[in-house]
């Protein structure tokens, strides 16, 4: 079985910065890759961000250059972060972390967590 949790998410001023982090925990071999999405209220989840098992990592257009991608030093942990800065109203909503996990071939999610960006 495989547990995904994120958290770090909260209430920011417009401008400021948050770290979500998203780690994945279970009967895991390996994993091809972490994805950030997010679901604003009354909207669609799109996702946000990339980071594949070799480092690799990519971004939608609306996070680009503002929010980065980065894997924890220990490859055990299974752990990502989301940085996100120079936050926007815009970039309000729930952020859900997903992991595609060997040797289960499928994809995990978390239950998110609530980013909340003030004007």
């Known amino acids: 079985q495989v547990q995904v949790t994120e958290s770090g998410g909260g209430l920011v001023q417009a401008g400021g910065s948050l770290r979500l982090s998203c780690a994945a925990s279970g009967s895991i071999s390996s994993i091809n890759w972490m994805r950030w999405f997010r679901q604003a209220p009354g909207k669609q989840r799109e996702w946000v961000a990339t980071?594949?098992?070799?480092?690799?990592?990519?971004?939608a257009a609306s996070v680009q250059g503002r929010f980065t991608v980065t894997a924890s030093r220990d490859n055990a942990k299974n752990t990502v972060y989301l940085q996100m800065s120079g936050l926007k109203p815009e970039d309000t909503g729930v952020y859900y972390c997903?992991?595609?996990?060997?040797?289960?071939?499928?994809?995990?999610w978390g239950q998110g967590t609530q980013v909340t960006v003030s004007s």
């Open positions: 980071m594949a098992s070799d480092g690799n990592t990519n971004y």
């Open positions: 997903s992991a595609d996990c060997r040797p289960q071939g499928a994809d995990y």
